[in-house]
Structure formats: C-alpha cells, structure tokens
C-alpha cells in the first residue's frame, strides 16, 4: 500500500471529479473513502490518504495524485525480521460495550511473506468486513492464539492494565518459542519488545490486531443479540444504548465496562 502524508480534505475531493466515486467510511478513523476500478482511497482524521489495490491501478493513481502538487509519498512496509516473532495486540480496551480481547500471532520468515501476500494490514485501516475476512484467512496461514473476556469476566478482574499483562503473556506463552513483540500500552510489562504503533511496523502484531478486532467484533454481535438491540463501537456514541440498557433494567456487567466514568452515571 502507498501513503500520502498531510493530505487536506479539498484535495482529496477534487479526486471526485477524476474518475473515483465516494464510498461511505467504514471505520471511526476515516473521514473519506474513495474508490476508482481497483484502487480503493482512505483518508483518515490523520490527514493521511492510503492507496491500496492491483499494482497498477495504484502506480496510475499515485502518479495522478503527485500531479497535484501532494507531498512524495513513503511505501507502507513492516520490518523485516528473523526467525519467529510472536506479535500480540488488543481490541476493546476503549470500548464501553464488550469486554476485553487479546491475540497472538507467530511466523517465520516464510510465514511472514505469506502474511504479507494477503494483504496484511494494521485493523485501524480496515472495514469490519475486511477484518472479518482477513481473520479467516489468518488462521488458516499461521500459529495464532485469542483470549476473549465477555464483560462480566472483565469487571470481575478489575484492574485493566492487570488484565492486559495477563492475557499478553498467556498468548505468548501458548505460542512460544520466538520473540514476543508487543503493541506498547500504558503500564505495559510484558514481551521481548514493547513498542508503540508495533502494529504499523510488524506483520505479526498488524495480523494479531485483526484477530483481535475481528474476535471483538464477533463478540459484539453476540451481546447485541443477548440485550436485543445494536451495541455501538468505541465510548463516542453511547449514551442512547446505555440509557436503552437502563430502561430495560438488564445487568449493566453483562454488557458495558462497568469502571469507565461514563457508564457511572447509568448505574
């Protein structure tokens, strides 16, 4: 994929007018989505514009798009490492619905540029329909591993950070040997190698975020067929679901983290 930096959202429409036709967004990072044949544009609240697609339909636009004065674009690429890694990464930690969803993911050298042929990608720069897909083919490529808390599970534990170092480390335990790579988080006390953004950098920790978001998705689904209505993603957008959960008297540990401030108010 090809990214271009500081983009603005003027520039980024004038592309309408160049053959691509506007698509609806499909995570709470994007502001536009744009697509032209083969060649999907995102553009994210970052100011940054990703290109991804056929090869050459790619080249085409980048090239289209450099016309217009944008900033020399990087190529994306993860480092590229030897031996096995095992790269963990998180998902719900933020969301008020759900509860708390940690995988692991190992590869080798031949591993990693299988993983790379599939297009692996940090889940931040996917749709939900994406992720869920890319999840499936995941599994099928390599060693993996998913602990999954539902929320009662999660505010029994307490301690988030605690929770984190725990499942962090049970998933890396269960893929050892290889070295543990981690997408740093605060109080983050665990693996080999704790560094931020490690899901941009490695394919392993790109590939575990998808298993994790996909697993968080799924997990979502489940608790929104149980309290009888759509749960929403991330803390944003909340308060009509929480004050929907309170009038229909269900157990808020069920369904919500019952420790963030602005479920509180609701209990």
């Known amino acids: 994929m090809t990214v271009f930096n500081d983009m603005e959202i003027e520039d980024v429409k004038k592309l309408l ?22 060649v999907v544009l995102i553009f994210y609240n970052s100011k ?5 697609g056929k090869k050459e339909e790619v080249e085409e636009a980048v090239n289209l798009i450099k016309k217009m004065g944008a900033k020399e674009e990087k190529k994306e690429s993860f480092r590229k490492e030897t031996g096995w890694i095992i790269g963990t990464d998180e998902s719900l930690k933020g969301d008020t619905f759900g509860g708390l969803v940690v995988a692991g993911v190992k590869a080798n050298e031949e591993l990693r540029k299988k993983l790379n042929e599939i297009g692996v990608a940090d889940s931040k720069t996917l749709s939900d329909r994406e992720i869920l897909l890319m999840a499936e083919k995941i599994k099928q490529l390599v060693p993996c591993e998913v602990k999954s808390l539902l929320p009662e599970e999660y505010n029994k534990n307490g301690e988030i950070t605690l929770m984190l170092n725990k499942l962090h480390k049970e998933c890396a335990d269960y893929l050892f040997p290889g070295k543990h790579i981690v997408d740093k988080y ?14 941009s950098k490695y394919v392993e920790v790109a590939a575990a975020s998808v ?3 996909a697993t968080a998705l799924k997990q979502l689904d489940f608790l929104s067929v149980q309290v009888g209505f759509k749960l929403p993603k991330g803390s944003t957008h909340v308060r009509p679901a929480l004050k929907e959960l309170k009038e229909k008297k269900l157990n808020f540990k069920r369904f919500v983290k019952v420790d963030f401030n602005n479920v509180k108010e609701f209990l």
């Open 17 to 38: 007018h160049k053959g691509f036709v506007e698509e609806e967004v499909k995570t709470l990072y994007e502001q536009m989505r744009l697509k032209k044949g083969n």
């Open 48 to 52: 940054k514009l990703l290109l991804q």
């Open 186 to 199: 605060p109080g983050c006390k665990v693996g080999d190698v704790q560094e931020e953004k490690a899901d």
């Open 211 to 213: 298993l994790a978001r």
